[in-house]
C-alpha cells in the first residue's frame, strides 16, 4: 500500500514537471514569435525603402545614361522647329515638326524599355542597425543580404516649356519626358514606384514679344 501511493506521488510529480517544461517552452515559443512580428514590422517598411531608393537610382541612370548615349542618332538630320518672321522681323511664330518629334519620341521609347530590361536582378547589403531603423547604430551588426528583382515598363513623352529669362527675353525649351513604372520585388515583397527624367532636347532663346506657338506640343502630364 505504502508503495503504491510513493509510486502515485513520483508519477504525479514526472507530469507536474513535464507540464512545467511545456509551460516554459510555450512561452518561450510565444515570445520569439512576438519578438518576431515586431522586428518584422520594424525591417520591411525599411528594407522596403532602401530597396526602392536604390532601384529608383540605378533605372534613373540607366535612363540618362541611354538617352546621352543616343542623343547624337536621336536628333541627327531633324530638324525641330521653324521660325516666321514678319516684315519688321518680329518672329511671329515657331512651328514645331511633329513628324520629327514623333519620330524622337518612338526612338527613345524603343531605347529607353530596352536599357530597363536589360537591368540584371542584384543584391544589396544592409547593416542590421539601419533595417532596424537605428540611426546611432547605422552602420553596425552583420549585412542583411536583399535581392532585388527590379521590372519595370516606359513611357515617352516630349513637351514644350517657356522660360522668362531676362528683360523681354523668352526662352523656349523641348523637352523629351521619360517616366518608368518601376516594380521592386523582393521575395514575399513587392512595390511599384515612378521615376521621371526631363532630357533637354533643344533650347531657343527668344527676344521680344512672346510668338505664338503653331502646333504646339502637349503639355507633359
Known amino acids: 500500500m505504502f508503495r503504491s501511493s510513493g509510486f502515485r506521488l513520483?508519477?504525479?510529480?514526472?507530469?507536474?514537471?513535464?507540464?512545467?517544461?511545456a509551460g516554459i517552452l510555450l512561452a518561450v515559443l510565444i515570445t520569439f514569435l512576438w519578438l518576431f512580428f515586431l522586428?518584422?514590422?520594424s525591417i520591411v517598411p525599411t528594407i522596403m525603402a532602401i530597396a526602392e531608393s536604390e532601384t529608383i537610382r540605378i533605372a534613373n541612370e540607366?535612363?540618362?545614361?541611354?538617352?546621352?548615349?543616343?542623343?547624337?542618332t536621336l536628333l541627327?538630320?531633324?530638324?525641330?522647329l521653324e521660325f516666321e518672321t514678319g516684315p519688321t522681323g518680329d518672329l511671329l511664330y515657331v512651328r514645331t515638326n511633329s513628324t520629327a518629334l514623333n519620330q524622337i519620341q518612338a526612338d527613345a521609347l524603343r531605347v529607353l524599355q530596352k536599357a530597363i530590361d536589360s537591368i540584371q536582378d542584384f543584391t544589396i547589403y544592409v547593416p542590421l542597425g539601419?533595417?532596424?531603423?537605428?540611426?546611432?547604430?547605422?552602420?553596425?551588426?552583420?549585412?542583411?543580404?536583399i535581392r532585388l528583382i527590379p521590372y519595370g515598363s516606359v513611357r515617352a513623352q516630349?513637351?514644350?516649356?517657356y522660360d522668362v529669362t531676362g528683360i523681354n527675353q523668352t526662352r523656349y525649351n523641348i523637352l523629351l519626358r521619360a517616366t518608368c513604372s518601376v516594380q521592386v520585388i523582393i521575395p514575399l515583397i513587392a512595390a511599384e514606384t515612378e521615376v521621371v527624367t526631363d532630357i533637354p532636347?533643344?533650347?531657343?532663346?527668344?527676344?521680344?514679344k512672346v510668338p505664338d506657338t503653331y502646333l504646339a506640343i502637349p503639355p507633359a502630364k
Do not use: C, F, W
Open 10 to 21: 513520483a508519477s504525479g510529480a514526472r507530469a507536474g514537471r513535464r507540464a512545467k517544461v
Open 39 to 41: 522586428a518584422e514590422r
Open 62 to 72: 540607366v535612363m540618362m545614361d541611354t538617352i546621352n548615349e543616343h542623343l547624337h
Open 76 to 80: 541627327n538630320g531633324k530638324v525641330l
Open 130 to 145: 539601419q533595417a532596424l531603423g537605428s540611426k546611432l547604430l547605422a552602420s553596425l551588426g552583420p549585412r542583411i543580404p
Open 158 to 161: 516630349i513637351y514644350d516649356s
Open 201 to 208: 532636347l533643344t533650347t531657343v532663346l527668344i527676344p521680344g
